[in-house]
């Protein structure tokens, strides 16, 4: 049974800073992963997707990595602002379609 | 082009009642899937339905049913509600039944009391 923990839970930055956020899965045979964006009260956004046989994937200021051996992807957001404030969710898709969410991370950008 | 429409988009229940749950999805899209989202957790999967056919189901009891339409619109059927059913319900379209391209609605949230 795939298991996606995402660590940290909440993240507090002041604006503009660098910032990382860790994802690891239990089952590395996977078809792809995705990072979404979920505003409060919201639907999902997606931002980033991985295939399984890609390393990373950039767009704009996010760039996502992906390690299937150990387990593990990295979403990394240059210079944050305030706008980037939201839950950011990792999520796995297997080969029929289903995707295993990890719990999310809060990310609060302040001025 | 309208996205993932999902209603109602607030629903109050109580106890042991019945609900459904509509999703048209994005023209051209001829798979949906449902996902309960509790709060504070990350999305679970609850089916996926793709040229009407269940194409996938998760770990959830009977209760729980859905359908798709000629029309690739789908509901999702939730009998004798518990107060664990309170929840963000999402449902997501894409092209097929594969894990790409999935566009999420905004959900529709449901409160048993």
């Known amino acids: 049974k795939q298991e996606v923990t995402q660590i940290p839970a909440a993240l507090s930055v002041p604006e503009g800073e660098n910032l990382v956020l860790n994802c690891s899965f239990t089952?590395?045979?996977?078809?792809?992963l995705q990072w979404f964006r979920q505003d409060p009260g919201k639907g999902l956004t997606s931002l980033l997707l991985i295939q399984s046989s890609q390393r990373e994937q950039t767009s704009g200021r996010l760039n996502a990595s992906l390690d299937k051996s150990s387990g593990r992807s990295t979403l990394y957001i240059a210079a944050s602002q305030p706008g980037d404030s939201a839950t950011y969710l990792c999520?796995?898709?297997?080969?029929?379609?289903?995707?295993?969410f990890g719990q999310g991370t809060i990310l609060t950008v302040h001025p | 082009d309208a996205g993932v429409t999902q209603s109602p988009t607030h629903l109050i229940k109580t106890r042991g009642q019945h609900v459904t749950l509509r999703c048209s999805p994005i023209?051209?899209?001829?798979?949906v899937s449902w996902y309960q989202q509790v709060l504070g957790q990350g999305p679970q999967f609850i089916f996926q339905y793709y040229e009407k056919e269940e194409r996938g189901r998760g770990n959830f009891p009977d209760r729980f049913s859905a359908r798709q339409f000629p029309n690739y619109s789908s509901e999702l059927n939730v009998n004798a509600l518990l107060l664990g059913d309170s929840a963000l319900y999402l449902c997501?379209?894409?092209?097929?039944?594969?894990?790409?391209?999935?566009?999420f609605g905004s959900g529709t949230r449901l409160t048993v009391v």
């Open positions: 999520a796995v898709g297997a080969s029929y379609g289903k995707l295993t």
């Open positions: 089952d590395s045979a996977i078809y792809n």
């Open positions: 997501a379209s894409s092209l097929d039944w594969t894990p790409y391209g999935y566009t």
């Open positions: 023209s051209g899209h001829k798979s």
